[in-house]
């Protein structure tokens, strides 16, 4: 009788062999999963925390949205536009500016410089005033001189004559005359000192305080077409320019019951 096989050592060395690969299997397997797992759970939380991220921006672009509601938006005001008498009219004063010049002799004079925003030059026309003022109310060839062209604005309160003489035509004192005579009434309108602010007349003032103001006023007659455009045959001279060397009118006070009723300019080149 014999005893108990021996087992062949390669046979067990193959049986380790095979149960640790077996083993290995297993654990890869089980970190795959493992690793899985974890990746979902990554993904899973970074879900979450887009959709919180999404969420909160969109509560906060609520927040600063405004509230709807079921009436239509009041329209844009539209800016007032300075435009004649359908134009609301200014508040401020508006002021007539003189300046000391000299005429051709190198003696003193004064010069009217500006009328309100108007600045006094060749080139203040029709075009030019109603680039400043707005369209004018009316406007058409003077009753007197058909070379003459009028406008008035009236919100303003200034009525102008324009004249163009080289040569003198209707269309030509319309487009491209410059101021030759204005009147300036209502009580906005007043006359600058030669330095400083204030006033030194101002429409409504005394008659009386004419002298006081100017020293040298005169009271005169004045011409036909301005005494038409005055409404009245006289005014105090107190302003005088020069042209062409001689003395020449160029601003009116004109009195009326006592108060200086309106301002009449004049123009050298008249």
């Not at 709807?68 to 009041?74: G, I, K, L």
């Not at 000299?102 to 680039?131: E, F, M, Q």
């Amino acid at each position: 009788m014999t005893g108990p096989r021996q087992r062949d050592p390669r046979a067990r060395r193959w049986t380790f062999v095979l149960v640790l690969l077996a083993l290995i299997v297993v654990a890869g397997v089980g970190l795959r999963v493992v690793d899985e797992r974890r990746r979902d759970a990554d993904q899973t939380a970074e879900n979450r925390a887009r959709t919180r991220e999404e969420a909160g921006a969109k509560a906060d672009a609520d927040a600063q949205e405004p509230a709807r509601t079921d009436q239509e938006p009041d329209a844009p005001e539209t800016p007032a536009t300075s435009s004649g008498s359908g134009s609301a009219a200014l508040d401020e004063p508006l002021g007539i500016s003189i300046s000391m010049g000299t005429d051709v002799d190198g003696d003193p004079i004064l010069l009217v410089d500006r009328l309100g925003p108007l600045v006094l030059d060749s080139a203040a026309s029709i075009p030019y005033v109603t680039g400043v003022l707005g369209e004018p109310d009316n406007v058409g060839a003077n009753p007197d001189d058909a070379n003459v062209c009028d406008a008035s604005w009236v919100a303003w309160g200034l009525e102008a004559q324009f004249y163009f003489g080289q040569p003198p035509s209707p269309e030509a004192a319309c487009e491209k005359g410059p101021i030759a005579a204005a009147l300036m009434t209502g009580e906005r309108w007043f006359i600058e000192p030669l330095t400083g602010g204030g006033a030194v007349l101002t429409v409504g003032d005394p008659v009386s305080s004419i002298a006081t103001a100017f020293p040298d006023s005169k009271l005169q007659r004045l011409p036909p077409g301005l005494a038409s455009l005055a409404a009245n045959q006289q005014g105090h001279l107190v302003v005088e320019g020069s042209y062409a060397g001689e003395a020449f009118p160029t601003l009116y006070a004109i009195g009326v019951d006592g108060s200086i009723a309106s301002f009449l300019y004049v123009s050298g080149a008249e």
